[in-house]
């Protein structure tokens, strides 16, 4: 049995290689969209398991394309969010199932042997309708995770009415799947589909169950008044985002904290990366049980349990809630100072270096938006790269104009480049263009090189530097 993962954050590529390997599969690993497509014509594999957050590429786009190919190959998507909202999206677009992360190696293992058990035997597919789940081999259903015992006839209509989701099921139909004969005379359908009901929809405000006058039962949410398709709206909804002209914006921080939440989304992706591989590398340390650590798996799941710590004080400094500023201007020092606060941990583990190279004289724009900025740069960092870093931060100030640069390097000795500004900020671009415009700045990417400038309001001074 051969199994492409395509994930681009080597370590957890790797814990889930060698693990899937040691269940006895073959496994391959993709760590983009290109090498991805390389490796599906060379080889037919029995299932991918995708991370919707794949390199540069959106893994739904991705898995919309593969699908409207014509791909057969079952898809398990390993995704941080953990809405209703994205698993429906993903499996309405052709996933055959979704683990969140973090997740456990042991249930994506039994997920997997599931969907491959079920590719030898369609019957026992699972089934889904929005948050309602049937797994006909176990004979079990569950409504948003939670389990619903149906008698052995409520079992037949529930299935049988998912089978053909969207669709309107007649009374004969159902009365032949769970009773066997083609009657029309008897209400005994109409009566069991009230006790789906009572089990099915009574405890949530979203009913799945339609009456279809004249016609029978459907199953699905109700249709929205004027659409034609609930899945192309929800499709359309994928990219919500909207820019806004600058000046729609600019010094509004309400609007600044709301460009914010994608961005929020994107590094909550990054926390779940190392918090995966640490759960999944402790559950086959104890599988192995009393035998000695290796040093060197003790040394990844310190760093990774370190990047997930700081991630998650990074996200909380993206979102916290701030007094609007009295002053125009800030010192940079402090903002600074305030904001690498937030990652003790990686930088007293080594696996993040400040050089300092800005001068305590200058001050910037003081709002909220520029820390949120500075949080999510150095998340960004921490997050798509897992070797540790030297970040030198820099400023000059001249004219009411400060140049504040970001420039990192790795700090081992591997020839493995790092990863520039373009591929780090990718798919956050125009969130990051949105705030910084928003605050009367400026932000420049040097083509495949690891740096940041950015332009920033600053307070006139004939004290501070000159600009070169």
Sequence with gaps: MSILVADDDPQLATFLSKSLESEGYSVRTASDASSLLAELEHQNYKLIILDLNFGQTDGLQLLEKLRAEGLETPVLVLSARQGVAARIQSLNLGADDYVTKPFSFQELAARANAILRRKTDPSLSVLRVGDLELDPAPRRVFRAKREIRLSPKEFALLQLLMRHAGEAVSRRELHQEAW?????????????????????????????????????????PPAPAGSTSTTASMLRGRHSFSAQPKDAVAGDTGAEHMLMHPLVHSVAHDIAQPLSSVRGLLEVLASRGPSAVPDADLKTMEQQTDRAIALSKGLSAMVRDVSPPTKPWISLDDLLSEIFENFTLVLNSGLLTVDRQWDPSIEVTSTPALGQLMALFVCKLIGRNTRPLTLTVSAQAKDGHCNLTLLWRATDQCSTPVLDAANILIKELSSVYEIVYSIDGDMVLTDGRPEITLRLPAAPSGNQPVLQ
């Design 180 to 220: 066997g004969t083609q009657e029309t005379d008897s209400n005994l359908v109409d009566v069991y589909v009230n006790y789906l009901r009572k089990k099915i929809d009574s405890s949530t405000p979203e009913k799945l169950i339609q009456t279809v006058r004249g016609a029978g039962y459907r199953l699905g």
